[in-house]
């Protein structure tokens, strides 16, 4: 069992950064990946980006060239930089662990853009 606690959001204005950050504990051995996700109110979560335990990087084509997702694996954290954030990337942030039976999911953290 993986356990992730994320950190970092807020409220920024349009155009504006802020860098999540998720924490994880646990049993990391099995770990293949990790991601973040988001959902906004009314709308399905949908994953934002990820990285695999080789070094793989994804992201959702909505904030390519915005965000960067990286991992200090000292430290067991994963973070995601996030850059000029629009009114559309609101919404609360989820980070996750992707083992070969299932998915650890953190509480979330709110991000709201809005001027």
């Known amino acids: 069992q993986v356990q992730l606690v994320e950190s970092g959001g807020g409220l920024v204005q349009p155009g504006g950064s802020l860098r999540l950050s998720c924490a994880a504990s646990g049993s990391m051995t099995s770990v293949y990946a990790m991601g973040w996700y988001r959902q906004a109110p009314g709308n399905q979560r949908e994953l934002v980006a990820s990285?695999?335990?080789?070094?793989?990087?994804d992201y959702v084509d909505s904030v390519k060239g915005r965000f960067t997702i990286s991992r200090d694996d000292a430290k067991n954290t994963v973070y995601l930089q996030m850059n000029s954030l629009k009114p559309e990337d609101t919404a609360v942030y989820y980070c996750?662990?992707?083992?070969?039976?299932?998915?650890?999911w953190g509480p979330g953290t709110q991000v709201t853009v809005s001027s």
């Open positions: 996750t662990a992707h083992v070969l039976d299932g998915v650890s």
């Open positions: 990285i695999t335990s080789g070094g793989r990087i």
